[in-house]
């Protein structure tokens, strides 16, 4: 299960989530995009996106779209689905979020969140694997590319490691690489700041990539998993190449000096 929470915003600014399903088979997925509920969070009811829509992508081409999520035609199923995997329940009061329960054959999937009617704020983004009981495919990739700023308004992505052994995991914040992408210069988190949290304390943390002991490492492996290669003049986005216990994480892209621009946050399976 993977979530980020973002400030979501327009144009290159709104918030956009990633993941791959590996496998030979189709898995059953839970995708929302949660804005009011935030409120019982902490999270300033003016600070939040109180009407976030959600559009999934296989390819180019848009394989599924929802408002809100009660005018699903599997709206009561979103709720049982959401019961019986964990899933936080939506605030009664909260009829404006999104959500979807989709079976995916395996490829490459974005999903992207956006405000109704051009609005901003901060939103949840979340894939549940609604089936977790089958391995005969799985999440193998995750990302998330969203507008960081300051406070409320940091990227916050946070997964989940099933099973009983460790795992291995690459972890990036990637900034000016994103340049190459279309995003210019002025918009990019130039220099972005990674913390991986289990629970409340901070148990690894990158600035820049390069001063990593394992950094070689981090780009051997980066190659062999198909992590898109960062620019040759990118030093200053973060990365983290490391063994995890089976258990609930969160991680923090924020920008340093309180810089604000989009940032790419990204957790691969390096096993």
């Known amino acids: 299960?993977?979530?980020?929470?973002?400030?979501?915003?327009?144009?290159?600014?709104?918030?956009?989530?990633?993941?791959?399903?590996?496998?030979?088979?189709?898995?059953?997925?839970?995708?929302?995009?949660?804005?009011?509920?935030?409120?019982?969070?902490?999270?300033?009811?003016?600070?939040?996106?109180?009407?976030?829509?959600?559009?999934?992508?296989?390819?180019?081409?848009?394989?599924?779209?929802?408002?809100?999520?009660?005018d699903d035609p599997d709206a009561s199923a979103l709720v049982t689905v959401g019961d019986q995997i964990g899933a936080n329940r939506l605030l009664e009061s909260d009829t404006h979020s999104s959500a979807m329960l989709l079976s995916l054959t395996p490829g490459v999937y974005s999903f992207v969140a956006s405000g109704r009617?051009?609005?901003?704020?901060?939103?949840?983004?979340?894939?549940?694997?609604a089936q977790p009981a089958d391995r005969t495919s799985s999440f193998v990739n995750i990302s998330t590319r969203a507008y960081s700023t300051t406070g409320n308004g940091v990227?916050?992505?946070?997964?989940?490691?099933?099973?009983?052994?460790?795992?291995?995991?690459l972890l990036r914040a990637v900034g000016s690489t994103l340049t190459t992408r279309g995003i210019s210069d002025a918009e990019v988190l130039a220099d972005p700041v990674i913390e991986l949290h289990r629970g409340s304390p901070v148990i690894a943390s990158n600035?820049?990539?390069?001063?990593?002991?394992?950094?070689?490492?981090?780009?051997?492996?980066?190659?062999?998993?198909?992590?898109?290669?960062?620019?040759?003049?990118?030093?200053?986005?973060?990365?983290?190449?490391?063994?995890?216990?089976?258990?609930p994480y969160t991680f923090i892209a924020s920008g340093k000096s309180n810089a604000s621009g989009i940032v790419l946050v990204e957790v691969y399976d390096a096993d």
Request: hydrophobic share 40%; net charge negative; glycine share 12%.
């Open 1 to 70: 299960n993977i979530s980020s929470r973002a400030y979501c915003s327009t144009g290159n600014r709104v918030a956009i989530g990633g993941f791959v399903v590996s496998g030979t088979t189709e898995r059953r997925v839970l995708v929302r995009a949660v804005g009011p509920t935030l409120t019982s969070l902490g999270i300033g009811e003016t600070e939040v996106l109180l009407d976030p829509t959600i559009s999934v992508y296989h390819g180019s081409s848009v394989f599924a779209t929802n408002d809100n999520w009660g």
């Open 207 to 247: 600035d820049n990539w390069g001063t990593n002991s394992n950094a070689a490492e981090i780009v051997a492996t980066g190659a062999r998993i198909g992590a898109a290669p960062l620019a040759a003049g990118d030093t200053r986005s973060s990365a983290l190449l490391l063994f995890l216990q089976p258990g």
């Open 117 to 129: 009617n051009s609005s901003s704020g901060i939103v949840l983004l979340e894939v549940y694997d």
């Open 155 to 169: 990227t916050i992505g946070g997964f989940v490691i099933a099973g009983e052994t460790p795992k291995r995991v």
